[in-house]
């Protein structure tokens, strides 16, 4: 493992002069265990050219080991040459080379990079012989991964196999975009996750606009989005087009939002595919409309448009909503 600090006033990096060897073992303990976060998303990417630099510098270290350090000090520089000059964030970045990982029924070595840019606060209690006492301390929250990633030694010709993950919520993506040159796996994790989101930003950016649409058709169209997601195992395009959307209009303009999609992002969006039932699952959360009502009121709806009903109050001159429910929580 190497460290360097990027980003001070100066825009120079400390490195370590020694790959780090572990004695306490409750420390590799630990270490692995926060490093494993990068493993918690369900994605598989690959590098889309071999001949990149971290693509590049994972291949001369899984070839002979005695390069860890200096192919390690090289992604460090590379990391920090894409870096915005105004970035003036003090982060660490760590080259760990695992070993014995099992991948499907192979057993393999993988290498991780990671990049951890916030801080927190603690305090460590001091103990002597009369008293205790505390001392404020900062570190690296072992509960959340900036930025991570670990490629594993298969497919070498197809651009590895390798797991990303970047905290970020900004548009600043260059972790995975640029710095590791990778492109996500399109299995049926990402298809079904895709189609959603596409479902999503239909309504969003489509119906939303569209005066002729009323919001409980909106919401039908999420929900019963979902439910087709949630009752079938696999997913069928035309099917899909005639159970949920029915409307040929609509159903051309989905076509085009689905191709603009599609060229924006690069993804081939297959008309057919297997439903992952972990992805449905996650996408359920964001799959919920919302009825915004001049300045005043927002509603969230996440089901069950059919508990809704529109009005107009005629003495008032204004429009409601009579929402229905079972249990106030």
Not at 273 to 283: H, N, R, T
Not at 303 to 320: A, H, I, Q, T, V
Request: glycine fraction near 2%.
């Amino acid at each position: 493992m190497k460290a360097a600090q990027e980003g001070d006033p100066m825009r120079e990096n400390f490195y370590s002069k020694h790959e780090i060897q572990f004695i306490d073992e409750q420390t590799q303990i630990i270490l692995n265990s926060y490093f494993s976060l990068a493993l918690k998303s369900p994605d598989l990417y690959r590098f889309k050219d071999n001949r990149s630099v971290v693509a590049n510098e994972v291949s001369q270290i899984f070839k002979d080991k005695s390069k860890f350090y200096d192919s390690s000090v090289r992604l460090a520089d590379a990391l920090y040459n894409i870096l915005d000059e105004n970035d003036e964030t003090r982060s660490e970045f760590y080259v760990v080379y695992f070993s014995n990982c099992q991948v499907d029924d192979q057993t393999v070595d993988a290498i991780g990079i990671f990049k951890s840019e916030h801080k927190e606060t603690f305090l460590k209690i001091l103990q002597n012989e009369n008293e205790v006492n505390f001392q404020a301390d900062c570190g690296i929250s072992l509960k959340k991964l900036d930025k991570g990633c670990i490629i594993f030694n298969v497919d070498e010709e197809y651009g590895y196999l390798l797991k990303a993950h970047d905290a970020s919520k900004s548009d600043n993506v260059y972790w995975i975009d640029t710095f590791l040159d990778a492109k996500v796996i399109e299995n049926e994790y990402f298809n079904t996750e895709s189609f959603l989101k596409i479902c999503k930003e239909f309504n969003d950016n489509v119906l939303m606009q569209d005066e002729n649409v009323r919001n409980e058709d909106r919401i039908r169209f999420l929900q019963n989005s979902l439910n087709y997601f949630q009752t079938n195992p696999t997913f069928d395009e035309n099917q899909f087009n005639k159970e949920i959307i029915g409307n040929e209009q609509v159903i051309e303009k989905f076509d085009n939002f689905k191709q603009r999609y599609r060229n924006q992002f690069d993804v081939e969006a297959p008309s057919s595919f297997d439903i992952d039932e972990v992805a449905v699952k996650k996408s359920k959360k964001y799959l919920r409309s919302v009825i915004k009502l001049d300045k005043n009121f927002h509603i969230y709806v996440h089901s069950r448009p059919e508990f809704l009903e529109r009005g107009y109050d005629e003495n008032k001159g204004k429009s409601f909503y009579k929402v229905f429910f079972e249990v106030e929580s």
